[in-house]
């Protein structure tokens, strides 16, 4: 039986979750300011785009937790939010799709 590598899976998934965004052309040019970036709200609703706090506190966080090789905390939900948020927005699905994988993998990660 072979060993699942997750931390090499989170990395890929990262990374594909970050081009498609630049795809897109929802990866921002510019900080949106740190302040924005304190909210106690889940995803900083009330000062971000749910693609702001991807690119900024979601990817960079979990990154992380990578690099330091930790499982990121999970198991995430983000799909959700996300087919919430974009709901009105079918060019968007395949955004939600990788967010989706990315539910999987933490999901799967942490019954290991």
């Known amino acids: ?9 989170y990395i890929e998934i990262f990374d594909r979750i970050e081009e498609h965004m630049v ?9 949106p300011g ?7 709200m889940p995803f900083c609703v009330d000062t971000l785009l749910l693609e702001e706090w991807i690119q900024f506190v979601f990817l ?10 930790r499982l990121p905390p999970g198991p995430a939900q983000i799909t959700p939010m996300a087919e919430e948020v974009y709901k009105n927005q079918p060019e ?5 799709e990788l ?8 999901h799967l990660s942490h019954l290991h």
């Open 23 to 31: 795809e897109l052309e929802l990866w921002a040019e510019s900080h």
């Open 92 to 96: 968007l699905k395949s955004l939600i």
């Open 34 to 40: 740190h302040h924005k970036l304190q909210s106690s």
């Open 1 to 9: 039986m072979s060993s699942i590598n997750w931390l090499a899976k």
């Open 99 to 106: 967010l989706r994988k990315f539910d999987e993998i933490s």
């Open 60 to 69: 960079p966080k979990m990154r992380e937790y990578v690099e330091e090789e």
